[in-house]
């Protein structure tokens, strides 16, 4: 998984293409096609095909498909996409201690954005132990930790 948004975004940036996207996030985990096709049950030929297409034969994966790649990898299909990145401009504007937060738990990318909308009433979070317990809040309330 990538260490931080930061980091994902310049991993990423430039990037033309999700071959170059899975490769540029294989790369930075340290991680085999074979290992992210047992991982995502995504067959290995298939994601050769798509990491190491020959020019013109475009593949194009289903949302599910990427939503798999993109389980493994910690980014989401828009971030595979190259449509949701964060940029770094984007960070700074955040709140106090959800950088940090971010960063430390290893939140993923859209989990991070989604964070990073919330306009409380009252008083917002301003340390990364805050931002944290607001997160496992929202993530027990929707079913999802």
């Not at 096609?33 to 994966?61: D, F, I, N, T």
């Not at 971010?102 to 008083?123: C, F, T």
């Amino acid at each position: 998984m990538v260490a931080g948004m930061g980091a994902l975004y310049e991993q990423l940036a430039g990037a033309t293409t999700i071959g170059e996207r899975i490769t540029r996030l294989l790369n930075a985990a340290e991680m085999s096609l074979s290992e992210l096709s047992r991982q995502s049950g995504v067959a290995k030929g298939y994601l050769w095909e798509l990491v190491h297409g020959r020019e013109g034969a475009r593949v194009k994966p289903s949302a599910e498909t990427l939503y798999a790649i993109g389980s493994v990898l910690g980014v989401s299909v828009g971030d595979l996409l190259g449509k949701t990145m964060v940029k770094p401009a984007d960070i700074s504007s955040w709140p106090p201690g959800l950088r940090e937060y971010v960063e430390e738990a290893k939140v993923p990318p859209d989990e991070a954005r989604m964070l990073a909308q919330i306009n409380a009433r009252g008083r917002t979070p301003t340390t990364a132990q805050e931002w944290g317990l607001l997160h496992r809040t929202i993530r027990m309330v929707t079913g999802q930790g």
